[in-house]
């Protein structure tokens, strides 16, 4: 029996920032929880051992990697958010595509109002829209 479902952002040293941004483009990001390495322990102190995240209806949960990988993150997998206005959609998109990549900026494609699709500075994909 499944018991939660969450998806799952691996960081390595960055995760802090990264909930920082999060927290401050969306007023529905919100730490439930959150465990940091202590000194001596396999990651680098006061870095992310774990933080459990709601944001919005949906479980997210982010670490910090103590070991460094070969990959990071790819834009086939993102946050796709549903907004209620053009502007906070447009204001998000700004913040979040700072230091990032636009895949597909802020347009009407037909399938809602308005749409865009970019990575953060962290590598993190997000897709946003207005129905």
């Known amino acids: 029996m499944v ?3 969450a998806s799952h952002l691996m960081f390595e040293g960055r995760a802090s ?3 920082e941004l999060y927290s ?3 007023p529905e990001f919100r730490v439930d929880r959150i ?3 202590a000194e ?7 870095t992310v051992m774990r933080a459990d995240i709601t944001f919005g209806q949906h479980d997210l949960v982010i670490i910090d990697s103590p070991v460094h990988h070969a990959f990071t993150f790819t834009a086939s997998m993102s946050l796709f958010v549903d907004f209620d206005s053009e502007a ?3 204001a998000a998109f700004r913040i979040l595509s700072d230091g990032g990549q636009v895949f597909m900026p802020i347009a009407n494609y037909g399938f809602s109002r308005q749409f865009g699709w970019c990575s953060d500075r962290f590598g993190v994909s997000w897709q946003l829209n207005l129905p």
């Open 40 to 46: 001596g322990g396999p990651g680098a102190a006061g």
């Open 17 to 19: 920032e990264a909930m």
């Open 24 to 26: 401050s483009v969306f």
């Open 3 to 5: 018991l939660r479902v």
């Open 88 to 90: 906070s959609l447009g």
């Open 35 to 37: 465990e940091r390495y």
